[in-house]
């Protein structure tokens, strides 16, 4: 199934195991412009980034069937080209090691505003337009703490 989309729509796959949370960011991105998909276990994001081509895959570190960093890992091995961007409750070194280790794109805590997630998917996915699909390069780990 591949997902028609129109010009300059970033196209973002959410993966999260809570539900309510999962389509509440899902409403969220698709309100500030992004073509948004939820879908709610780690082999349900691999089915799906092997059927389409989503410029981002946004998901919790904690999923129940498999953690967020092996989903990272194998969309990493079988896509670059798709952004990975990790959400994780409390971000330490530990974790963004960890993050760094399976190539994630990025790291945020789970208690970021949609418009924070929301420029960092414009970041990540602009930077990825610039350039020919061939030439990725493995892009530098950005993370973001909230701030409250």
């Not at 919790?60 to 990975?84: H, S």
């Not at 399976?102 to 790291?107: C, E, K, P, S």
């Not at 996915?125 to 699909?133: D, I, S, Y």
Request: hydrophobic share 40%; glycine share 4%.
């Amino acid at each position: 199934m591949n997902i028609p989309l129109e010009s300059g729509r970033h196209f973002v796959l959410v993966v999260d195991s809570d539900c309510h949370r999962g389509r509440r960011v899902q409403l969220d991105l698709k309100a500030k412009g992004c073509y948004a998909t939820f879908v709610s276990s780690g082999q349900e994001a691999l089915r799906f980034v092997r059927e389409n081509e989503p410029d981002a895959v946004l998901s919790d570190w904690a999923l129940t069937d498999m953690a967020g960093p092996e989903l990272a890992r194998q969309i990493k091995c079988a896509r670059f080209a798709t952004r990975v961007i990790l959400e994780k409750d409390d971000v330490d070194w530990r974790a963004l090691r960890q993050a760094y280790e399976v190539a994630a794109d990025d790291l945020l805590s789970r208690s970021q505003s949609s418009g924070q997630v929301l420029s960092t998917l414009e970041r990540t996915t602009n930077e990825l337009r610039r350039r020919p699909r061939e030439a990725h390069p493995r892009p530098e780990l950005v993370v973001e703490f909230a701030t409250t």
